[in-house]
């Protein structure tokens, strides 16, 4: 009894500490929090597994062989790249995006952004998200310069970055992204990137070449048993 008693103590430790986490992120950015959430996941399945559970139904993080997903997908990460071929925006540029004028950060041009007003986005501490209907960030926007995200900076930038996680939420999320990236694609003088490795992207080739990978990430997914938006498929997407 004391040994169920000390895991109960410790899964509830994990989940205060989850609530709190889920507060910070909608005040700060994620990756900062990234370190913490690893610590978190260990100690979840450090609870889990107490209590001298057998070996061969220990609870791991890489139960799933991944080898056959690109890298950039092993964790669900998803990001395409806009560099823009001409114009570089600044803050108060990108924030036309909430449909809304910055009064400390007006807008330079602007016109393509307050163009992608209708997709949703709305200001978290210093980059753009859109939330999904409990105000969870689903899909990111990254401000970028000389290829790597910025924060606390006014611009001018060099590019954004579009993130999202198709192991952290539900599928229906997917059609949200790519309609989020096909727009930006007709609106934006921008080269878009695939992935980290910055695969260049037609703008005819960008949605359908995105699609794809995710349905082939999808399917790797299905066939391990793994549904987008579960425990399960949220636990790897934080590795």
């Not at 994620?30 to 370190?35: C, F, G, I, K, P």
């Not at 200001?123 to 910025?150: K, R, S």
């Amino acid at each position: 009894m004391t040994g169920n008693r000390d895991r109960c103590v410790k899964v509830s430790r994990t989940r205060e500490h989850a609530a709190r986490l889920l507060e910070k992120t909608r005040m700060h950015d994620a990756r900062v929090l990234a370190e913490e959430l690893r610590c978190l996941l260990a100690a979840v399945l450090e609870a889990l597994n107490a209590g001298g559970r057998d070996p061969a139904t220990r609870v791991t993080v890489r139960a799933m062989d991944k080898d056959d997903l690109p890298d950039e997908l092993v964790n669900g990460s998803v990001n395409v790249v806009f560099e823009f071929s001409k114009g570089s925006p600044a803050f108060g540029d990108l924030f036309l995006l909430t449909g809304e004028v910055h009064s400390r950060f007006p807008p330079h041009s602007g016109a393509p952004f307050q163009e992608l007003s209708s997709l949703g986005f709305r200001q978290v501490d210093d980059y753009f998200a859109i939330a999904d209907a409990d105000g969870e960030p689903t899909i990111w926007l990254y401000p970028m310069l000389d290829g790597h995200p910025v924060h606390h900076h006014p611009g001018p930038f060099s590019g954004i970055n579009i993130e999202f996680n198709l192991l952290a939420h539900p599928v229906s999320e997917i059609e949200v992204f790519l309609s989020v990236i096909d727009a930006m694609s007709r609106r934006l003088d921008a080269q878009a990137f695939w992935g980290d490795r910055r695969e260049p992207l037609t703008k005819e080739a960008l949605v359908p070449t995105v699609k794809n990978r995710l349905d082939e990430a999808m399917r790797h997914w299905e066939r391990q048993g793994i549904t987008p938006g579960s425990e399960a498929a949220i636990t790897i997407s934080l590795e």
